[in-house]
C-alpha cells in the first residue's frame, strides 16, 4: 500500500489542523493505522494510532484530549484531527500503515510496514 500524507502547514498555538493520509494500491480496511511524528532534533514518537475497523485507538499522553485519530475506509483515508495544538507539537509527522486483525492498534513504529512521506507541521506560539 502507498500512503501519502497532506494537510501540514503553520498554525497558530490553540487553533486546529487536520492532516490527511491517503492510502492507494490496496484497501486501506485491511490495515491497521498509526500517527508519528519527529520534532526537530529529536527522534521519532508516537502521536495515535487506530485498529483497522475503526473500533479502537490509542494516543500518547502528550496529545490525548487534544488530538482524534479517525479513518474512513470507503474513502481509502485516516486522519488526524490537531485541536489546540501547542509549539511543542511542531514536527514533522508521518502516517504509517500494517495488517491488523480487528480492534488491535500498534504504538511502536517496528511495528508498521508501510510509511507515507511526512508532512510538516508548524505550531506558533
Known amino acids: 500500500v502507498q500512503l501519502q500524507a497532506s494537510g501540514g502547514g503553520l498554525v497558530q498555538a490553540g487553533g486546529s489542523l487536520r492532516l490527511s493520509c491517503k492510502a492507494s494500491?490496496?484497501?486501506?480496511?485491511?490495515?491497521?493505522m498509526g500517527w508519528f511524528r519527529q520534532p526537530p532534533g529529536k527522534e521519532h514518537e508516537f502521536v495515535a494510532a487506530?485498529?483497522?475497523?475503526?473500533?479502537?485507538?490509542s494516543y500518547a499522553d502528550s496529545v490525548k484530549g487534544r488530538f482524534t485519530v479517525s479513518r474512513d475506509n470507503a474513502r481509502n483515508t485516516a486522519t488526524l484531527q490537531m485541536n489546540s495544538p501547542k509549539p511543542e507539537d511542531t514536527a514533522v509527522y508521518y502516517c504509517?500503515?500494517?495488517?491488523?486483525?480487528?480492534?488491535?492498534?500498534?504504538?511502536?513504529?517496528?511495528?508498521?510496514?508501510?510509511w507515507g512521506q511526512g508532512t510538516q507541521v508548524t505550531v506558533s506560539s
Open positions: 504509517a500503515a500494517r495488517r491488523g486483525a480487528g480492534t488491535a492498534v500498534w504504538t511502536g513504529e517496528e511495528r508498521y510496514d508501510f
Open positions: 494500491g490496496r484497501t486501506l480496511s485491511n490495515y491497521a
Open positions: 487506530i485498529s483497522r475497523s475503526g473500533g479502537s485507538t
